[in-house]
């Protein structure tokens, strides 16, 4: 796996990439320690995965971020971060980053990097349990703006609620197969990437 680093601590960032290059599977292609270099970086290297910091000088990580995936929207960006503000857990999810970590779980680095590389979100439980408290509630959303009906916004819900499509579909008493079309329509319908996003933008405009 090639992954770029990012940290305007340059210490961290070389101890980053000591720690994941000695797993014998990940290389470290480039470091930054910037937002803006992170842009570059990445346009120059298109790395499996970047992992990078929030908090940086002149442009953020999540600004930086935002535009990488707004010009690849397959870039798959695991931020690495110590700060667990409700702030930029949302605007992490809301921008499409693969993974929000805290950086004193050393230990966690590498198999959630393995699991971005595999098309897995990371976001750990203590911030996806976040979601309903940091999302302020909504009056209530219009459905039929964007054709959705009543069973595909039970599978909404449900979604949001982190049940996986086996769960789903026993709930409903429906197949997996069915559940996994019911939700690539809604994603098709939202405009969506993914379930993450499906999450989020149930928290921010319908519970």
Do not use: C
């Amino acid at each position: 796996m090639n992954i770029i680093v990012v940290d305007d601590d340059k210490l961290v960032a070389l101890s980053l990439k000591t720690i994941l290059e000695s797993t014998g599977h990940i290389n470290v292609m480039a470091m930054g320690s910037s937002g803006s270099e992170a842009i570059t970086l990445y346009n120059e290297h298109k790395p499996d995965v970047m992992l990078m910091d929030i908090r940086m000088d002149g442009m953020t990580g999540l600004e930086a971020g935002e535009k990488i995936i707004a010009e690849n929207p397959d870039a798959k960006i695991l931020y690495l971060t110590t700060f667990s503000d409700d702030e930029y857990i949302v605007k992490a999810l809301t921008i499409g980053a693969k993974g929000y970590i805290l950086k004193q779980d050393f230990e966690g680095i590498a198999p959630a990097l393995e699991a971005v590389m595999n098309g897995q979100s990371v976001f750990g439980e203590k911030v996806i349990s976040k979601l309903p408290v940091i999302m302020n509630s909504k009056p209530e959303f219009d459905f039929s703006k964007y054709d959705i009906g009543e069973k595909e916004q039970e599978i909404i819900t449900l979604v949001s609620e982190g049940l996986s499509n086996k769960e789903i579909a026993s709930e409903l008493f429906l197949s997996e197969g069915t559940v996994r079309n019911y939700i690539s329509g809604i994603l098709e319908k939202l405009e969506l990437r993914d379930r993450t996003q499906l999450a989020v933008f149930y928290y921010t405009n319908i519970k």
